[in-house]
C-alpha cells in the first residue's frame, strides 16, 4: 500500500495560519463593544484618541461579532 504525502506548505502560508490563529488586536476598533458613534457601550463612554490606538489597553476587550 502506498501512503500519499502532502508537500510541505509555504512559509507564507504558515505565517497566515499564525496570524489567523492570533486573532484580530485587541484595540476599541476591533472591540464589539465599541459603536459607529465611537462610544464604548460597555461603559458609555467615548475613549480619548491615545486609548482608543493602543494594543491590550482595555481588559473588557470582546471580539467583534461579524453578524
Known amino acids: 500500500m502506498v501512503k500519499d504525502t502532502k ?3 509555504p512559509e507564507f502560508l504558515k505565517q497566515w495560519r499564525e ?3 492570533k ?3 485587541r484595540c476599541c476598533h ?3 463593544f465599541f ?3 465611537g ?3 460597555k461603559f458609555n463612554a467615548k475613549p480619548d484618541i491615545e486609548f482608543l490606538n493602543t494594543q491590550d489597553a482595555c481588559e473588557y476587550w470582546q471580539q ?3 453578524f
Open 7 to 9: 508537500p510541505p506548505e
Open 19 to 21: 496570524w489567523v490563529q
Open 23 to 25: 486573532g484580530p488586536p
Open 30 to 32: 476591533t472591540c464589539d
Open 35 to 37: 459603536g459607529m458613534d
Open 39 to 41: 462610544e464604548c457601550k
Open 64 to 66: 467583534d461579532i461579524p
